[in-house]
């Protein structure tokens, strides 16, 4: 048995930040509704793109969620990980 299969994960919650729901109840309903989160892009100007649609999260603030003395070098870093940390 190598290390990789040793190793044990603990889910302590679930959450969801998406086009169709930011929470997971929002986001289950959104699921089992049939929602579609796919439309035109409006939090910037996309006219000089060629594609105009977008699956965005709305009525998400980020400042609801982070400490309001936290450096905003960071946040930079700190957003710049967790993509990598959610593919592990």
């Not at 299969?5 to 086009?19: C, N």
């Not at 999260?57 to 400042?63: I, M, N």
């Not at 969620?65 to 957003?79: G, R, V």
Request: proline residues 6%.
């Amino acid at each position: 048995m190598t290390n990789l299969e040793k190793k044990r994960v603990v889910v302590t919650g679930l959450g969801a930040i998406t086009p169709i729901g930011n929470n997971l109840a929002e986001y289950w309903q959104g699921l089992i509704g049939g929602r579609n989160g796919i439309g035109p892009i409006t939090l910037f100007d996309a006219a000089r793109h060629d594609c105009r649609i977008a699956g965005e999260v709305k009525g998400f603030d980020p400042h609801d969620y982070l400490i309001a003395k936290m450096p905003s070098a960071w946040i930079a870093l700190l957003s710049l990980r967790s993509p990598r940390a959610s593919k592990r």
